[in-house]
């Protein structure tokens, strides 16, 4: 186990009690203990009933603004995926909210992991007390090309070249640099993503070619051939999904299938707001109340 950032929490440990400066620096000491054991990361104090899911598939790391920030006064779990298939990351997934959360939790997935969510969900409904979808993607295949339409919409000349050149090498089964490529098409499509971006505070942690193709083409079958929108008919717990109204991802390619499957299923379009909204300027202040109030 390596412990990144912690701090003595023995009961017995008691500062003094006029001493100001420090009990406002234990506090905020306190509120960023992040432990990383077996691929999962520990914010703030048990029990842990929350777990956010980031995406890609095969970029781990993104969603560890979010959990800081909700760490604030709950134990969150960020569980670093691995498995290099759908059903190998639903398990994953399933071990680590098992042995180390304290179900039913709070799922909310980000981007692919509110698929992943989705599904375990679904296959697993005694572990989640609720789902949070954050930037889904669309869950039927009619809505797909706007994604792209959209993004090519808002790049450069220059950078619609680049792009194409990049699809092109990763489409190449040579192609020694995959993850480095993965990494430049992923910036080029935040920066696309986004309509008013913060500057980012994501730890750097290298992206995954080749767990995001083998699982993001499973996942992308999965939905084309309707068995990913079957699936939401076994989900039992409430479904919320924030949702940015900026985001290349169509916002009626989520709401309107979910509408019609989902049992309690509500749906908040957040304003100048894109893929990611703890990363937007305008957004982010509302998108962690929104999030506060439903976890």
Not at 5 to 26: C, E, G, M, Q
Not at 30 to 39: A, G, Q, S, W, Y
Request: aromatic share 8%; charged share 25%.
């Amino acid at each position: 186990m390596e412990i990144i950032k912690t701090i003595s929490h023995r009961k017995d440990a008691k500062p003094a009690k006029n001493n100001k400066k420090f009990l406002t620096l234990f506090a905020a000491l306190r509120e960023k203990i992040v432990v990383l054991m077996d691929n999962l990361r520990f914010y703030g104090s048990p029990p842990f009933r929350v777990a956010v899911l980031h995406g890609g598939p095969g970029a781990p790391g993104e969603m560890a603004p979010v959990a800081r920030e909700l760490a604030h006064d709950r134990g969150v779990l960020e569980p670093l995926q691995t498995a290099d298939s759908v059903e190998g990351q639903v398990q994953e997934l399933r071990g680590v909210l098992e042995t180390r959360g304290d179900p039913p939790v709070t799922l909310i997935g980000w981007s692919w992991g509110a698929w992943l969510g989705y599904i375990l969900a679904a296959r697993y409904p005694a572990l989640v007390r609720k789902l949070i979808l954050v930037g889904c993607p669309p869950l039927e295949d009619r809505y797909v090309a706007q994604i792209q339409s959209t993004r090519l919409s808002r790049l450069t000349k220059d950078q619609r070249h680049e792009l194409e050149d990049i699809t092109a090498a990763l489409e190449d089964p040579s192609t020694k640099d995959s993850d480095a490529l993965l990494d430049r098409f992923g910036a080029m499509m935040s920066a696309a993503d986004s309509f008013s971006p913060l500057p980012e505070d994501e730890e750097e942690i290298p992206v995954q070619f080749d767990i995001h193709h083998s699982v993001w083409s499973a996942a992308a079958a999965m939905r084309s051939s309707g068995e990913l929108l079957e699936l939401g008919k076994q989900i039992r717990c409430p479904v919320v999904a924030i949702h940015g109204d900026y985001d290349p991802h169509p916002a009626e390619g989520v709401q309107k299938p979910l509408a019609l499957i989902l049992k309690d299923f509500r749906f908040i379009l957040l304003p100048k707001c894109g893929h990611a909204p703890w990363r937007e300027r305008e957004a982010r202040d509302i998108f962690f109340k929104y999030l506060d109030k439903e976890i």
